[in-house]
């Protein structure tokens, strides 16, 4: 099992910016694959970003390629989304997300979740 702690949501104005940061534990985090997803009002929850347990494999969304950066730090339990230019449209609650074994794309794929941190952006 792991437990996983999402930090670091807040208000922020357009166009500044975020760190989220996921604490884990309960199981070797250098061997869980990573992932970010969001879920605004009223949507569907949408992937944001993912990252394999060795950093190798990095993925994004399109709508954020370019101004999200996802890393992890595997001495510290700890997988990162570094969130720059931000637009209104990336207010959402960011909820961190495990997996074992490869990277996904799809929620329905990933074992542990965390809580959930919001994050509004104004216009």
């Known amino acids: 099992q792991a437990q996983l702690v999402e930090s670091g949501g807040g208000l922020v104005q357009a166009g500044g910016s975020l760190r989220l940061s996921c604490a884990a534990s309960g199981r070797t985090f250098s061997r869980l694959a990573m992932g970010w997803f969001r879920q605004a ?3 569907e929850r949408e992937f944001v ?3 394999s347990w060795s950093g190798g494999v990095i993925a994004y969304a ?7 950066t996802i890393s992890r730090s595997n001495a510290e339990n700890t997988v990162y989304l ?3 230019s931000l637009k209104a ?3 959402a609650v960011y909820y961190c997300s ?3 074994g490869e990277p996904a794309m799809t929620g329905d794929r990933f074992d542990y979740w965390g ?3 919001q994050v ?3 216009s």
């Open 41 to 43: 009002p009223g949507k």
């Open 49 to 51: 970003a993912v990252i």
């Open 62 to 68: 399109d709508s954020v390629k370019g101004r999200f």
């Open 82 to 84: 570094q969130m720059n």
């Open 89 to 91: 449209e990336d207010t």
């Open 98 to 100: 495990a997996k074992g």
């Open 115 to 117: 809580q959930g941190t």
């Open 120 to 122: 509004t952006v104004s």
